[in-house]
């Protein structure tokens, strides 16, 4: 709200659940979002919520890897692990980590 000027418009990105008893706090645990919709008010923001819209890139996006323009799975941060280490993986993403873990139970990607 401070950073947005005055009549502008203010995009509410990422998974927001109605419910989720694993939350880490209250607010969480019922799909709460503390923001200062007063600041919001007076300075006559816009405010966007729901998904992506991903298939308006796509296209885009598909070209720029195919013609290695993209670096997609560094872009992405991934994390190339065995299935044994699954269960290790989950518990790290499920703690924060800025990963995305891709399983390869046959080493097919590792070789």
Known sequence: MQLTRAGGSVGIPGLYVTDDPGGIDQ???TGSLSIRFGL???KSHAFQ???TPVLKYNRQLMEAI???KIEIAKAVNVTVTTLDNAPKG???FDKGA???FVLDPHSLLAS
């Open 49 to 51: 919520t729901g998904q």
């Open 40 to 42: 919001g008010w007076a």
């Open 66 to 68: 195919l013609q290695d």
């Open 90 to 92: 989950y518990v790290d």
């Open 27 to 29: 607010a969480a645990k």
């Open 98 to 100: 800025a990963k995305k």
